[in-house]
């Protein structure tokens, strides 16, 4: 497994200002309040984005809030940088074995009807090391494709389980 290395403390305001930044949007059949439930619940993170999620603080969660994920051979250590119950999360990186200086994400969930949200997730990264010109845009585009299938797998993981409610 590669190396865990620190990154650099980004703001709030990264996942819009920094480099390489991406926003996908994806409408989801249940209402706002249970989108914010499945995202605040590690397991159902597996079955929607395929990684394992431990909370390594415990409830009730906010601003300075840990978690690690683990997936596809990579380990992240995150660090709530916003926290909006029921509408809004926002974490960094503080620790990763990507080659990444920076990376910070924002997730925010908004009713669009009784039962229906839309969610926004904006993320923002800065590469490290000299492979990054040459790995970097290909690594961003290949991130980007998941993404856009893994919040189409979370809007039918949302409108296919009850256990939220």
């Known amino acids: 497994m590669p190396k865990l290395r620190s990154l650099q403390a980004v703001d709030e305001a990264f996942p819009t200002t920094g480099p ?4 996908m949007t994806q409408p989801i059949e249940r209402p706002a309040e249970v989108v914010f439930r499945i995202l605040k619940d ?16 415990p409830e009730p969660f906010g601003v300075g809030t840990t978690r690690t994920v683990r997936g596809g051979g990579q ?10 119950e029921g509408s809004r999360m926002a974490f960094r990186f503080d620790a990763s074995t990507l080659p990444l200086t920076a990376f910070a ?5 908004e009713p669009t009807g009784d039962r229906t949200s839309k969610l926004r997730w904006t993320y923002a990264f800065d ?4 492979v990054a010109a040459v790995t970097g845009p ?7 494709l998941n993404g856009r299938r893994s919040l189409r797998r979370l809007a039918h993981y949302a409108a296919s389980t009850d256990a939220f409610n």
Request: aromatic share 22%; charged share 25%; proline share 4%.
């Open 20 to 23: 390489n930044r991406t926003t």
């Open 42 to 57: 590690g397991p159902a993170w597996k079955e929607w984005l395929g990684v394992d999620v431990e909370w390594t603080s």
């Open 75 to 84: 380990v992240m250590e995150e660090y709530f940088i916003a926290w909006d």
């Open 105 to 109: 994400e924002e997730w925010t969930v």
């Open 127 to 130: 590469w490290a090391g000299p």
């Open 138 to 144: 290909v690594f961003g585009t290949l991130f980007k």
